[in-house]
């Protein structure tokens, strides 16, 4: 019996112990949350290929104004319209080019507690950006699609977003936080994920929300994944926006060009003396630049904050 199936049948018979309970008048409290599921790596590596083909097809990049983007932008939303999502572009202006945002609603749950789950979408104009920003782009479209799969009916409102133009200094979720204005207010939480998939990686976690970064860091402690603090990522990426908002902000980060430690070898593996990405912001950053098992322990990660925090 796989994980998942077992999952499901204690689902069940916790519902049906529910259900009798309900009816003796002596019902539960509150249900345990429900488990989210493993999300298979395969599928997050097929992403990860078709984005490599648009750059391929596209001069070699999805950078911001390139054709590239758009098509990225356009592979996305096919698959959330496909799942049941409810999607929205929203453009916006950047250095001359029409740029935009992906917005991905699940229907249901309150909208005055919405978990928003984010990742930029847009590579620097020198490659593919498969690590960045693919791997997280890939990881949370996994996600939301598991969330569609599962039928999931989460007590909150679920949203997930793709970000256009990051590289320029977060301007498509500096666009989408100021549009929001006051109802910024009814995002309970927001999740980023930028590079998770460094092919000599690091575990780093967010440490802007204490609330949040426990999610993150008991979920890998029970795997046996040491962490550490994320410091270098302060204002450098699309959280930046949020937390200037007053909005809780957490997320993963797997190491760009900073050096790996002997100490940080030690526990996670890989190289000491090179960087986590050595291909951060360079041609070489392909579908060949990513580390499977971190991409995979990420995305799982992604997924367990997801049910959680919006049951
Ligand atoms: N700003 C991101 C890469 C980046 C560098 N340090 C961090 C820390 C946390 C998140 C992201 C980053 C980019 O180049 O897209
Ligand atoms: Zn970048
Ligand atoms: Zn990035």
């Known amino acids: 019996m796989t994980r998942s199936s077992r999952i499901r049948r204690a689902a069940l018979a916790a519902g049906a112990c529910t ?81 935009y945002n992906l917005i991905a609603d699940w229907p249901g749950g309150a909208e005055d507690a919405t978990v928003l789950t984010g990742s930029h979408l847009d590579s620097v104009d020198a490659g593919p950006g498969i690590n960045d920003n693919g791997s997280g782009s890939a990881g949370i479209l996994e996600v939301a699609l598991a969330v569609s799969r599962e039928h999931l009916k989460p007590a909150k409102h679920l949203r997930f977003a793709w ?49 949040l970064e426990k999610v993150f860091k008991d979920w890998f402690a029970a795997k046996n994944i040491a962490t550490e603090p994320e410091t270098e990522g302060d204002g450098r990426s699309d959280h930046a926006p949020f937390k200037d908002a007053g909005v809780p902000v957490g997320g993963l980060f797997s190491g760009a060009d900073y050096i790996k430690t002997a100490a940080q070898a030690k526990a996670w593996g890989g190289t000491a003396g090179k960087a986590f990405d050595a291909c951060y912001h360079r041609s070489c950053d392909t579908s060949r630049n990513i580390d499977d098992t971190a991409l995979h322990n990420h995305t799982d990660a992604i997924a367990n904050a997801v049910w959680q925090l919006s049951s």
Do not use: C
Not at 21 to 35: E, I, M, R, V
Not at 42 to 62: P, T, W
């Open 163 to 211: 970000w256009g133009d990051e590289e320029d200094g977060m301007v498509g979720s500096s666009h989408y936080v100021d549009a929001l204005g006051a109802d910024s207010s009814k995002i309970s939480a927001y999740l980023n994920f930028d590079m998770i998939g460094s092919p000599n990686p690091g575990y780093f976690v967010y440490d802007d929300d204490a609330k």
């Open 19 to 99: 259900a009798v309970a309900a009816l003796l008048g002596t019902a539960p409290a509150a249900q345990a949350t429900q488990a989210a599921p493993d999300i298979p790596v395969a599928a997050v590596k097929a992403h990860l290929a078709q984005l490599q083909s648009i750059a391929d097809a596209n001069g070699g990049n999805r950078a911001h104004g390139r054709p590239g983007y758009r098509a990225s932008v356009d592979y996305i939303k096919g698959k959330l319209d496909a799942a049941g999502f409810t999607t929205s572009l929203q453009p916006f202006t950047s250095g001359g080019a029409t740029g």
